[in-house]
């Protein structure tokens, strides 16, 4: 079947094939949702709907929404072992993207998050309805036993995002029972020291984005075939053409690609792509 799950006040849609049918859905106050279904003995948890009170106080309210969430997590007594990836959705995120990474850097430090597992994540400018600065979703996976199912994947072709002060893993690997999953974080035109690629030409980008991705995938023993979700985003849209161009050159499926208007964490970066890769095993 198909386990879908929207988000109602900002931007959110992701899909997930499962072979269970049975997906529970359940809400907690300031209206925070949760959906969860078993698949392969193993169960994912998705929360969305994360946006704090709105302040004037952008960092406060990023700080206060991974507070939300780890509260979600205990309540469900769910480790951060289990904390697969999150999404923030960042209204002007030019403005305050730097007190974005130092807020997300403070509560995984409170949480010891840092020795445990960092999650892959997107952090994308799109706006909600609230106003609030930010919009957060996650997804968790447990399972039977006290195994990790979650486990880090490095980017041959970069360097840590930890390097540059943004607490996020390049990747990664969800050990699902039978099949394992890829997930790769929002990525973009970032080099081995961190420095953005290509300034001025969204067509380079894209190419050195996908030999990125792609080296991820292969380090894995993944390819673009097993890819069953992707995200891809410009801050103009006339720009999707390069990204078209290249999936036409390299005889690449876009069946499971979504593009879509979204601002990027740096004003240089013209294009960023997040994607899901499945094989069995």
């Given at each position: 079947m198909l386990f879908s799950y929207g988000q109602q006040n900002s931007f959110d849609l992701q899909l997930i094939c499962t072979d269970d049918k049975d997906v529970v859905s359940e809400s907690s106050e300031n209206n925070i949702y949760c959906n969860s279904v078993e698949h392969n003995k193993r169960r994912l948890h998705y929360f969305y709907n994360i946006i704090p009170d709105k302040t004037n106080d952008c960092y406060d309210q990023a700080y206060r929404s991974f507070f939300m969430?780890?509260?979600?997590?205990?309540?469900?007594?769910?480790?951060?072992?289990?904390?697969?990836?999150?999404?923030?959705?960042?209204?002007?995120?030019?403005?305050?993207?730097?007190?974005?990474?130092?807020?997300?850097?403070?509560?995984?430090?409170?949480?010891d998050i840092f020795s445990i597992l960092i999650p892959a994540s997107t952090g994308i400018g799109v706006s909600n309805e609230l106003g609030s600065c930010i919009s957060l979703s996650a997804l968790a996976v447990t399972g039977e036993d006290a195994c990790q199912y979650?486990?880090?994947?490095?980017?041959?072709?970069?360097?840590?995002?930890?390097?540059y002060k943004s607490s996020f893993s390049r990747s990664v690997e969800i050990d699902l029972k039978g099949s394992k999953r890829l997930i790769i974080s929002g990525t973009a035109s970032i080099d081995e020291q961190g420095d953005t690629l290509y300034q001025v030409s969204a067509g380079k980008q894209v190419g050195h984005t996908m030999r990125v991705v792609n080296a991820i995938l292969d380090h894995k023993d993944y390819s673009w075939d097993n890819v069953v979700r992707a995200i891809v985003y410009f801050p103009d849209l006339s720009n999707r053409k390069y990204f078209d161009d290249y999936c036409k050159k390299n005889n690449l499926d876009r069946s499971a690609v979504l593009v879509v208007s979204g601002v990027v964490c740096r004003d240089n970066l013209l294009f960023e792509i997040e994607l899901d890769a499945v094989k069995s095993v």
């Open positions: 969430l780890g509260n979600l997590l205990k309540r469900k007594h769910i480790s951060y072992t289990s904390l697969a990836r999150t999404w923030l959705y960042l209204d002007s995120i030019l403005d305050w993207y730097d007190e974005l990474n130092r807020a997300r850097t403070d509560f995984y430090e409170k949480e979650v486990s880090p994947v490095e980017s041959p072709m970069q360097c840590s995002a930890v390097d």
